[in-house]
Nanobody, 126 residues
Framework: QVNLVESGGGSVQAGDSLRLSCAVS????????VGWFRQAPGKEREFVAQ????????YYEDFAKGRFSISRDNAQNTVYLQMDSLKPDDTAVYYC???????????????????WGQGAQVTVSS
């Protein structure tokens, strides 16, 4: 059983930065593609970013390009989402998700992932 635990959420001001962490256990971490999603109140869960199992390829939704950066540390079994220049529209619960695959493809839809964390709240005030 694969378990994912997010941490690093919080309340910040517009323009601030946060780094979310996603600790993965219960599987071969280097075999997982990991994605970040977010869900704001009343809205559907949306793709934010993804990193492939190799760590060589990353994907970002348009709103995240240039502001967010996804990375992974295979020694720590952890994936990070660095978020800079935060905006009030970034307020949401952020989830990490894992899919066991060595493919370099993009997995854009939540249904593409098998395991999910419990979520971390990010609140950005103006």
């Amino acid at each position: 059983q694969v378990n994912l635990v997010e941490s690093g959420g919080g309340s910040v001001q517009a323009g601030d930065s946060l780094r979310l962490s996603c600790a993965v256990s219960g599987g071969t971490f280097s075999a997982f593609a990991v994605g970040w999603f977010r869900q704001a109140p009343g809205k559907e869960r949306e793709f934010v970013a993804q990193i492939t199992a190799s760590g060589l390829t990353t994907y970002y939704e348009d709103f995240a390009k240039g502001r967010f950066s996804i990375s992974r540390d295979n020694a720590q079994n952890t994936v990070y989402l660095q978020m800079d220049s935060l905006k009030p529209d970034d307020t949401a619960v952020y989830y990490c998700a894992a899919r066991q695959t060595y493919s370099a493809g993009r997995y854009y839809y939540p249904t593409s992932y098998n395991s999910w964390g419990q979520g971390a709240q990010v609140t950005v005030s103006s």
